[in-house]
C-alpha cells in the first residue's frame, strides 16, 4: 500500500509524505497503473521540491512508463527549467527518446520554451537529432510555431548552438523552404543569414 501512496503523494506536491514514504520503506522505483515513478509525476506536475527529495533519494530519471515518458523527457514538455536544474545532478540520459523517438530538446522547440531551450543546450545534447517523423529541433520550431517572437529566439538559439540549418524533413524540404511556405518571413531571414539554403 506504502508503494502505491508514493507516487501519488509526489504528484500531488506532498514532500513531507512522499519523505515519510521513502522513511517508511517505499520503494522509490513503484509505478502507478500508467508505470509512473513518484518522480516521474513529480516532473509533470513541476513539483520541484518533491523532486528534489527523489532526487536526492535516488530516484531513477530515466525510468520511462507506458508511453515512453521519462522525468527528464517530461521536462522538455513542461518547459520547466527549475525541473531541469533539479534532475540534472541525478544523470539523465540526454539520448532517451519519447514515443516520437525525440529528445527533450524537440517538444520545448514545438512548444515555444525559450528559457528551456536555452538552458538544455548548455548540456551538450544533441542539437541535430531527428525524431521518427524526420524532424529536428528547428524544424519542429518552424513546422509547428507560429515564427512570433519565441519561436524567432528559439531558432537563434538553435543556430548559435551550431544547428544544421539545411538539414531537411523526410521529404527533402529544409527549415528555411518551411518558413518560406510559412509565410515566416523573420524565421527565414535568420535562416538566411546563418547560411541557409
Not at 18 to 24: G, H, K, M, N
Not at 33 to 60: C, Y
Not at 79 to 96: E, F, Q
Amino acid at each position: 500500500m506504502i508503494d502505491e501512496e508514493l507516487p501519488a503523494s509526489a504528484g500531488r506536491g506532498d514532500a513531507a509524505a512522499v519523505l515519510a514514504a521513502l522513511e517508511s520503506g517505499a520503494d522509490i522505483e513503484a509505478r502507478d497503473g500508467q508505470g509512473r515513478t513518484a518522480l516521474l509525476l513529480a516532473a509533470a506536475a513541476d513539483q520541484v521540491e518533491v523532486a528534489e527529495v527523489l532526487v536526492a533519494a535516488g530516484a531513477d530519471p530515466n525510468a520511462q512508463d507506458s508511453r515512453k515518458d521519462t522525468p527528464w523527457l517530461v521536462t522538455g514538455v513542461t518547459g520547466s527549467v527549475a525541473m531541469l536544474r533539479t534532475l540534472l545532478p541525478a544523470g539523465p540520459d540526454l539520448t532517451v527518446r519519447n514515443r516520437y523517438g525525440g529528445v527533450s530538446l524537440i517538444p520545448a522547440c514545438e512548444r515555444g520554451h525559450v528559457d528551456y531551450v536555452r538552458e538544455v543546450l548548455k548540456t551538450g545534447i544533441d542539437v541535430d537529432h531527428i525524431n521518427d517523423l524526420g524532424w529536428t529541433g528547428l524544424l519542429e520550431a518552424v513546422i509547428l510555431g507560429d515564427g512570433g517572437g519565441p519561436y524567432q529566439e528559439i531558432v537563434r538559439l538553435l543556430i548559435a548552438a551550431g544547428a544544421d540549418v539545411d538539414l531537411a524533413d523526410h521529404d527533402g524540404t529544409t527549415p528555411l523552404a518551411h518558413a518560406t511556405a510559412k509565410g515566416q518571413a523573420e524565421v527565414a531571414a535568420l535562416l538566411r543569414a546563418a547560411g541557409a539554403h
